[in-house]
């Protein structure tokens, strides 16, 4: 049963938006996984990896710029979020299944090679894809990512996200508790507006969506070491980001520290929708020098 209140599936992003196109793929895991995308077929791919409770919407300032530049820009919704599949168990949410989970999606593609952009708990994903399969990947862009230093109260959240709570969750995710935590992650250069907390809250509707945000939460690993990438790589982060902190940007440098870093002033953690123009431009020069 569907939870009332929320945007209907027809309504969610890109509703409306004619220069991008929605669609499903079968993945070779039986599940089928929600993409939204701009551009030719046959240009070069750019994968965008959204993060924990993410759809395609983070990423709704960015797929046409990246099209515009000449990219097959796709944004994916993960298993477990957005309109995707959303498989009970846990096994599905460790970081090595969330890892083949991506693989897999490349391959439903049919690209040889990809540039990855992967936010918060995607950019932690979009790593250990490189590291896996580096004849798969061109570069990777980390955007505010979560997964290499640990998260600020994740003891806290795996609390209250226990096995006995965890058949309430579907029913205590309120719009004014979505609206609440985005003030926390937003930063000051973008207010949260309705259309946001809108598509933040839309996937609660399905029951499933919580149950498979919570395990995420317990299975997925957040503390792994940042691998040693052998493609190009960089990192953004909001100098006002709780949840990916600018002050340890320097880790994501590389082995020989000459990684490109480059913190945003007064930008959260939700970074492409708090300044999509310069982020899009950063993303532009960084691609365009490697094509």
């Known amino acids: 049963m569907l939870l009332s209140g929320r945007l209907p599936a027809a309504e ?10 929605a669609h499903f793929l079968q993945l070779v895991s039986g599940l089928r996984v929600r993409i939204v995308e701009a551009g030719n077929e046959t240009a070069p791919v750019v994968l965008l990896i959204p993060g924990w409770a993410c759809s395609s919407w983070i990423f709704h300032e960015t797929i046409g710029p990246l099209a515009d ?54 950019g932690a994903i979009a790593g250990h894809v490189a590291a896996a399969v580096p004849e798969r990947v061109e570069s990777v862009v980390f955007v505010a990512p979560v997964g290499f230093a640990g998260v600020r109260g994740l003891t806290f959240l795996r609390f209250v996200t226990s096995r006995p709570i ?61 691998p040693a990438l052998s493609m190009p790589f960089m990192t953004m982060i909001g100098s006002r980001d709780r949840l990916c902190r600018a002050s340890n940007i320097q880790q994501y440098a590389g082995r020989d520290g000459t990684a490109q870093t480059v913190v945003l002033p007064e930008v959260g953690h939700v970074v492409f929708d708090e300044h999509p123009e310069l982020v899009n431009g950063i993303l532009m020069t960084f691609f365009e020098g490697r094509t």
């Open 12 to 21: 969610m992003f890109p509703a409306g938006r004619r220069d991008l196109r």
């Open 69 to 122: 530049a000449g990219f097959r820009a796709v944004a994916v919704e993960l298993q477990g979020q957005g309109l995707s599949d959303k498989p009970p168990e846990a096994r599905y949410y460790s970081t090595t299944a969330m890892r083949d989970h991506v693989i897999d999606i490349i391959d439903a593609l049919g690209a040889d090679r990809v540039r990855l952009v992967g936010h918060s708990m995607g």
């Open 166 to 226: 965890a058949p309430l969750l579907p029913s205590l995710a309120r719009r004014w508790i979505v609206k609440a935590m985005l003030r926390i992650v937003y930063g000051n250069t973008h207010p949260v507006t309705e259309k946001d907390v809108d598509e933040f809250w839309a996937p609660t509707q399905f029951p499933s969506y919580a149950r498979s945000l919570r395990e995420l939460l317990h299975s997925f690993s957040w503390n792994e070491p940042f």
